[in-house]
């Protein structure tokens, strides 16, 4: 059935007809065609944010949360270039949103009209795709190639910057459109030769890792990464963006890898003899130097993007797939190398590991003035919150303290900006998290330096009913910065000191001023009754602000620009592997 619209009003019906439920925006000169149908829209919830960046942070926490396309929207110019932080957090992250920018009038473009940005041109780098639409017809059909893009291969970010003029002609809407898309055809299925040859070298190895990626969660496949670690007795490492795809609590997961990873998954990285890589990159963060990384072991490397196979590593056997296609498709073959008497024999290799995990555990030294530990705060949190919480971080020492002192048992449990590191991210994160998943518990873990920059959008909590919690982590610095200077710089503390002279702002008010609860916490002997007050409100945002010790550092650390070899479990001590021969 065709009807005559305007344009604004085919854009609104076609987010209806994708199923889209909440778009995070701020309207705007050009975008403001669109807002007029979206006010009489019964399906579609607009949520009125208060910068444009909360918004694309919005629409990814959302996502991440639900599994579904985030949404975001703002108007030409300044409206969508404030998009472009979170596009890009987004693009590296694989996190699918749309993002739907308005234009000045297809005749006004080019000349530097009032708000115009070459929107399409900034973000060409940071998208799976963008379309520039500037004839009203072709609105329906884009949308649905929008999300169709976003949500299919390698998830990510589209943009659909649509001219003025277009949101007000006239046009006729049908629905479905014709997709045009003839040069995209993700792959899903792997290749029964690449997978057959995996399985025979998994059973050769005396020394294999799993090496899990964000991957592997995009693709729901942790059910079946669980049965393929039993099955093979393989040890499993999860990267940051896979925590929680392997639970922490079982007895084959080492922790995390890279330069903050645990001393056990470096070690089994180091000492391989094959990585079995699912949904991972080889990001620099867990290779260190990539002409010291796992020197001994050969590439099993399967992604659902071919540009990421052999881009940092070369891979000894490449499967282009769907992680969860894969894994299946691997169980398989691996069952067919047991049923002919080829299986692993890995006990001296877990003998060695298990010597690491033991040796090596992750801990923290308490202050010696009795102040207030930032690991500790994280460790109660993760055990009186518990496992079926969401937890959001924001980028610095207290991202990294989440993903080592939280223990996470449940898919998609940590959210947070992994390859961008985008200092900001944590609290409209959560707020599209909480918004997409209200029955669950949403916990913020920001940094004060990353609270100051997106805390504005606490108002939007308050005045929309979304009763997020945040635990700021306040040491009074720039953390991980500080972190490098002691280290690197000579104690040169240029720049990183947030209160110098005193605590500005008061963290407490701050949150009572946008409509929230606002705690505070100095002491660790009330550190759970402060949690449990916090964990008993749930009709209004909470914010507690943990005063803790400014010189509380985040081990283990491979520092920048040194191999994996070279992990020192603390600051005065030699690397942990100085007298040990590789093997």
């Not at 903050?260 to 990585?275: I, K, P």
């Not at 409209?428 to 920001?446: F, L």
């Not at 081990?555 to 030699?574: F, H, L, Q, S, Y």
């Amino acid at each position: 059935m065709t009807e005559e619209m305007t344009g604004a009003q085919a854009l609104v019906r076609a987010l209806e007809q994708v199923g889209v439920d909440t778009v995070f925006g701020i309207p705007g000169g050009a975008i403001l065609p669109a807002y007029d149908p979206l006010y009489d829209s019964t399906k579609v919830r607009h949520v009125l944010v208060r910068h444009e960046q909360g918004a694309g942070h919005a629409a990814e926490g959302y996502a991440q949360a639900t599994g579904r396309v985030g949404v975001c929207m703002a108007t030409s110019g300044p409206g969508a270039t404030n998009l472009v932080t979170a596009i890009a957090d987004a693009y590296m992250d694989s996190v699918p949103i749309v993002a739907i920018t308005g234009q000045v009038a297809a005749p006004l473009i080019g000349t530097d009209a009032f708000q115009e940005a070459d929107i399409c041109g900034i973000t060409m780098p940071i998208t799976k795709h963008n379309f520039l639409v500037t004839e009203a017809d072709d609105i329906p059909r884009i949308i649905a190639e929008a999300f169709h893009i976003a949500s299919t291969g390698r998830p990510g970010p589209v943009l659909v910057d649509i001219s003025k003029d277009a949101l007000q002609a006239t046009t006729a809407f049908s629905w479905p459109p014709t997709m045009r898309l003839p040069g995209y055809r993700p792959v899903t299925r792997p290749h029964s030769k690449q997978i057959r040859e995996a399985a025979r070298l998994m059973s050769e190895a005396k020394r294999p890792v799993l090496y899990i990626g964000g991957g592997v969660h995009k693709a729901r496949a942790s059910a079946e990464l669980a049965e393929l670690a039993e099955l093979t007795g393989i040890p499993v490492l999860t990267t940051l963006m896979a925590r929680g795809t392997f639970p922490d609590t079982h007895p084959l997961h080492l922790g995390m890898p890279g330069m903050h990873g645990t001393v056990a998954a470096v070690g089994a990285l180091q000492r391989s003899d094959l990585l079995i890589a699912l949904g991972t990159r080889f990001d620099d963060r867990v290779t260190g130097r990539l002409d010291s990384f796992a020197p001994l072991a050969k590439i099993i490397h399967a992604d659902i993007d071919p540009a990421e196979i052999s881009k940092n590593r070369h891979a000894d056997v490449p499967i282009v797939g769907d992680c969860r296609e894969v894994i299946t498709d691997l169980l398989a073959a691996v069952k067919n190398e047991h049923a002919e008497g080829r299986t692993g024999d890995y006990g001296a290799w877990w003998t060695l590991l298990n010597g690491y995990k033991s040796t090596y555990p992750l801990g923290y030294d308490e202050a010696e003035d009795d102040s207030l530990a930032p690991q500790y705060v994280i460790q109660r949190l993760s055990e009186i919150v518990g496992p079926d919480a969401l937890y959001v971080a924001g980028v610095g020492q207290h991202q990294m303290w989440a993903s080592q002192f939280v223990t996470y048992d449940k898919p998609g449990s940590f959210i947070n900006s992994g390859g961008a590191g985008t200092m900001g991210f944590a609290v409209p994160a959560a707020m599209g998290a909480k918004m997409g998943r209200p029955e669950a518990t949403v916990w913020a873990i920001d940094g004060d330096g990353c609270f100051q920059m997106t805390n504005q959008e606490l108002a939007t909590c308050a005045l929309e009913g979304v009763p997020i919690k945040v635990a700021v982590i306040n040491n009074g610095n720039l953390g991980m910065v500080r972190q490098w200077q002691t280290l690197f710089y000579n104690k040169r503390y240029s720049n990183t000191d947030l209160q110098a002279v005193r605590r500005i702002p008061d963290f407490v008010k701050l949150a009572e001023a946008y409509g929230c609860v606002g705690l505070r916490c100095e002491r660790p002997e009330d550190v759970d009754a402060t949690i449990r007050k916090a964990m008993e409100i749930n009709d209004v945002p909470v914010v507690i602000d943990f005063v803790v010790h400014k010189d509380a550092m985040v081990w283990p650390m491979v520092a920048a620009g040194t191999g994996n070899d070279e992990i020192k479990i603390a600051r005065d001590m030699a690397p942990v592997w100085d007298n040990e021969e590789l093997l």
